[in-house]
């Protein structure tokens, strides 16, 4: 069956470190993979995604993210996390054929000034 | 041009009534998907519509319906709420071709009494 898995129900980082939130997948074939975010207030919006080709895909608010086919993993860095990063993740793989997303349960991140 | 519109924004029933949620898409878009979306949970996909016809759903009962008209506006049904229903229900439009980008509405807060 078709899977992701978000292993971090929260995470709290100080501003200005660094940031990686985990996300594995389980799929037939490599799907399409995406990462959206939901800030209060201001609904989910697409961070970036990935198709094929280079496996380090840049997003905005300068968040990146790593495909490694060997490990159906997908997950989203940043270099330095700026209080207005605090917001949930999700990871959401999407398999062509089946039209039809599968939402990871998500990761809170909380800043601390 | 325009987001994706949800209404109404809350909704309040008591158990056993039902209820109808409606999404607007952006303009252009044929693809609308449904999502409900409780705490701990992540999104759950519910259903999936394509130029009227439905491409795909989710695991819920059939309690919960969908439908998509014409012009690309979809209504979903939820019949004989039960307590469980409280959720926030999220709407989301795409362009339907590969590059499936999600623009979400801000949801329909459904609370059952």
């Known amino acids: 069956a078709q899977s992701v898995t978000q292993p971090d129900i929260h995470i709290t980082v100080s501003e200005g470190a660094s940031l990686e939130l985990r996300c594995n997948y389980s799929?037939?074939?490599?799907?399409?993979l995406f990462w959206y975010v939901q800030s209060p207030g201001q609904g989910l919006q697409l961070l970036l995604k990935y198709f094929s080709g280079d496996t380090l895909v840049q997003g905005i608010k300068g968040f990146e993210a790593e495909f490694k086919r060997s490990q159906s993993s997908f997950n989203l860095r940043k270099p330095s996390v700026h209080w207005s990063d605090a917001a949930e993740y999700f990871c959401a793989p999407f398999g062509w054929g089946t039209y039809k997303y599968i939402f990871g349960t998500g990761t809170r991140l909380k800043v601390l000034a | 041009k325009a987001g994706v519109t949800q209404t109404p924004r809350y909704l309040i029933k008591t158990r056993g009534q039902q209820v109808t949620l409606s999404c607007s898409p952006i303009s252009g878009h044929r693809s609308v998907s449904w999502y409900q979306q409780t705490p701990g949970q992540g999104l759950q996909f519910l259903f999936e519509y394509f130029s009227e016809t439905q491409r795909n759903k989710g695991n819920f009962p059939g309690r919960f319906s969908g439908r998509q008209f014409s012009n690309s506006r979809s209504e979903m049904n939820v019949s004989t709420l039960e307590l469980g229903d409280s959720a926030l229900y999220l709407c989301a439009s795409s362009s339907g071709t590969v590059d499936e980008k999600l623009f979400f509405g801000s949801g329909t807060q459904l609370s059952v009494l």
């Open positions: 799929y037939g074939a490599t799907p399409y």
